[in-house]
Each structure stands twice: as C-alpha cells, then as structure tokens.
C-alpha cells in the first residue's frame, strides 16, 4: 500500500487538532504532518495525547512563507493537504482586516502554488492520488432570512472581513482547479463546538465567564441564529470528504441544529447551574446585552443534504448532549483555559466589550 503522506495546516487550532487526532489514530499508516505557525489560536496542548506517535510530526510555520512551504512540499512529497489554516474569528476580523488577507488569501494561494508546482498539475492531466482539500465556512455566502438554507449552489455574498477573505480563498481554490488542473475539494461548514474551542467564540466564552461568575456578553437583542455542529462530527466529514469527495466538487456540511443566540445562552446557563451545583436561574443572571457586532450576519443554516446522500455522512450528537459533554471537559481541563488566557487574552477581552 502506498504510504499517504498528508499535510494538516493549523492543525494546532481548534477544528484542526480535531482533524490531526482522528487522522493520526485512524490511519497508522499514513505521515500526517501538521504545520501551525501557533498563533494566538494555536496550542500543542490540544496534541498532548497523539504528540509522541511515530506516524505524526510537527512543523511550526508560517503558510504565507513560500520559500518554506517549497521546503516542505520537496523534502516530504506530499500526497494530500488538508487546509484549515486561517484566521478565524470574526471580531478580529473587523479590528484587524489585514492579517485575514494574508493568511487567509495570500497563505491559501501560497500552498496552492507549491501542490499545483510539486504535483505537476495541468489541465491535460490532472494528477491521480493527489487532493487539495480546503476547509472553509458556510459564512462565504451571507446571511439568510428567516427562511431557507445555504446549498452549495448558493451565490456567495460575505459581509465580514473574515468571511470576504474565506471566499476569495475560496475563489481561488476553484481558480486553480479550473485554470491549472489541480485536483481540489472543498467544504462549507457550519459553527462547531467542542473540546478545545478557543475562550474567544460564544460558547467557551460563557463557559468561562458563568464558571468565573463574569458578565455573559450577548450581542444585540441575542436574535442571531447560527447552525451548531459538534466538532468531532465536523472532522468525520473532513475524513468521508478527503477519502471519497469528488474531485472539484463542494460540499457543505451542518448540523442542522438552529439556534438562536440567546436561547443557546439560556440553555447552557441552566446545564452549567446543574454542572456547578448552583441554584436554578443562578447563572442567567449574568446575561449581559451588548452592544451589536458591525455587520453581524442575521442567520445561517446549512442543507447538508449532499453530503448525507451521497457520502453517507450524519451528525452523531443531539446538541444538548454535545453541549453537556462539552461543559464537562471545560469543566475539567482548568489548566488548559488558565493557559490559554495568560497573555494579551485580557487586553483583548477588556477591548471588545460595550456594555449597553
Ligand atoms: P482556529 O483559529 O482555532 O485555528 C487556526 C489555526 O491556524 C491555529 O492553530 C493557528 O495557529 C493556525 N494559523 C493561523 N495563521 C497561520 C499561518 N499564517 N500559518 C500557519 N498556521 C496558521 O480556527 P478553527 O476554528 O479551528 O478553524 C479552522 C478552519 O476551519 C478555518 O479555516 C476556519 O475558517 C474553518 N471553519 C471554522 C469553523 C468554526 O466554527 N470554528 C466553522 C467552519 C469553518
Ligand atoms: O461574546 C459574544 N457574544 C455574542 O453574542 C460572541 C463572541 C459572539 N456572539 C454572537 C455572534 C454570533 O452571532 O454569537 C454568535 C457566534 O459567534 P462566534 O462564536 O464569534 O462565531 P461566528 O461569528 O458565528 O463564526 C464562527 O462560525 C463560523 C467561527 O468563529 C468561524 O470561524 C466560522 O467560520
């Protein structure tokens, strides 16, 4: 058997260590490669378990780093990417624009450059055995009304820093599939949850304020509704996609689990009653209305229906159970939040708040 030799990007954040773990423990025989340049987001901790396993290895680097990433591509020939690589978080995409443009763009082009380089890609023969799979988010096509759903055929129309630069790399993608033969495959995918979620994203940042007795900031009125999907499920799909996707194609992947962004608070301040032996309503009182994010996307809901026909891919958790597990491990893991919000985490915190 041919030994699979992959490269992870940011395989070092949340989705990506998720995507790592699974890839390294399910496949002993494949090389997987993770190559983080360990931002902010980017912690080995949430490798400690695979760190030491001989079909895993780590690299610490930059995408955007051409002559480095022609480096890799030559000493491990690779025969996949899988790129999560990104700046990810939309607040710091509207305080920051610039550092989304390069990692997002300039890095997704930079790995597009050295595959379609090292695999010899060309519209006359497009390479076998080789697959640029680029994880992307179900952002990249706006927002919706009160009705419908994001399908892979839906225009893109992103309003975010973050979400206009996950479509151009996007774009790009497609770019090189279309113009150079490079073989590619792309997913649109819904918010995760879960283990390792950096303390900056909604849920393990009330998480960490209900545990600290803190404000619980909600955006607005809390009438936003996004798409949750447990994120273990979301890098299952990752797998099913990369092993047996069809080369050019799009598929998006949800949980098909809506909710609003008050109601989810609401509910997680009663588990995390339950959870820290508190009274009932003890940690709803913490809910604090904030001032609005600019531009903040009104819903977003993925049909995922592609991808469970014909890939036969499902989510495995109901949401309340998803949510619970993941208290627990937030619950249990004190030194791992203490970690990851050591740093500029506070300076960050204490800029992002306005409360009405
Ligand atoms: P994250 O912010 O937790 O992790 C990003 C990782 O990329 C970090 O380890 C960081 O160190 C690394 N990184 C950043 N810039 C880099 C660079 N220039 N070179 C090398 N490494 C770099 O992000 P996440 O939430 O795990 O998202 C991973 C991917 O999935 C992103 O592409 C994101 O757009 C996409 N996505 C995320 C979600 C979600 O709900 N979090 C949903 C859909 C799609
Ligand atoms: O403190 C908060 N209060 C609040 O009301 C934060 C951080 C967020 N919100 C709202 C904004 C959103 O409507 O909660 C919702 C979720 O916010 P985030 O956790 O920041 O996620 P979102 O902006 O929806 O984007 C996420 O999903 C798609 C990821 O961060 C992206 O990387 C992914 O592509």
């Known amino acids: 058997m041919k030994l699979k030799t992959i490269i992870i990007t940011g395989g070092a954040g949340f989705i990506g260590s998720h995507v790592v773990r699974l890839f390294v423990n399910k496949y002993p025989d494949y090389k997987i490669v993770n190559l983080d340049k360990l931002t902010y987001a980017g912690n080995l901790a949430n490798l400690k378990d695979i760190e030491k396993k001989s079909n895993y290895e780590f690299l610490k680097g930059d995408i955007c780093d051409a002559e480095l990433i022609q480096n890799i591509f030559e000493k491990y020939n690779f025969d996949g990417v899988i790129h999560l690589a990104a700046e990810s978080h ?17 890095g997704t082009v930079t790995l597009l450059n050295a595959a379609k380089h090292f695999w010899k890609a060309s519209l006359d023969s497009i390479p076998k055995g080789n697959l640029f799979y680029h994880v992307s988010t179900d952002e990249v096509y706006g927002s919706l009304g009160k009705k419908g759903k994001f399908k892979e055929t839906t225009s ?125 309503g003890e940690s709803a009182k913490l809910i604090t209305f904030v001032k609005d994010r600019a531009g903040h996307d009104l819903r977003y809901a993925i049909d995922s ?39 500029d985490y506070q300076k960050y915190y204490d800029q992002q708040y306005v409360i009405r």
């Open 156 to 280: 893109y129309d992103p309003h975010s820093p973050y979400s206009s630069s996950k479509a151009s790399s996007d774009h790009f993608v497609r770019a090189y599939h279309d113009t150079f033969g490079l073989p590619v495959v792309i997913s649109n995918c819904s918010n995760n949850y879960g283990s390792f979620h950096f303390p900056e994203k909604l849920i393990p940042l009330a998480i960490n304020n209900i545990k600290n007795n803190k404000p619980v900031p909600v955006y607005g009125k809390g009438a936003n509704v996004r798409d949750w999907l447990f994120v273990e499920d979301h890098a299952r799909a990752i797998d099913v996609i990369y092993h047996k996707g069809k080369v050019g194609d799009t598929y998006n992947i949800g949980g098909n689990n809506e909710w609003k962004n008050i109601d989810l608070i609401k509910l997680l301040c009663k588990v995390m009653d339950e959870k820290l032996g508190r009274k009932k």
């Open 90 to 106: 939309v607040d710091r995409s509207i305080s920051n624009p610039m550092e989304f443009v390069k990692t997002n763009v300039i």
């Open 305 to 343: 229906s592609k991808l469970q026909k014909k890939l036969k891919w499902r989510p495995s958790l109901k949401f309340e159970k998803g949510l619970k597990k993941t208290v627990d491990w937030y619950l249990a893991n004190e030194e791992w939040l203490k970690d990851v919000t050591s740093g």
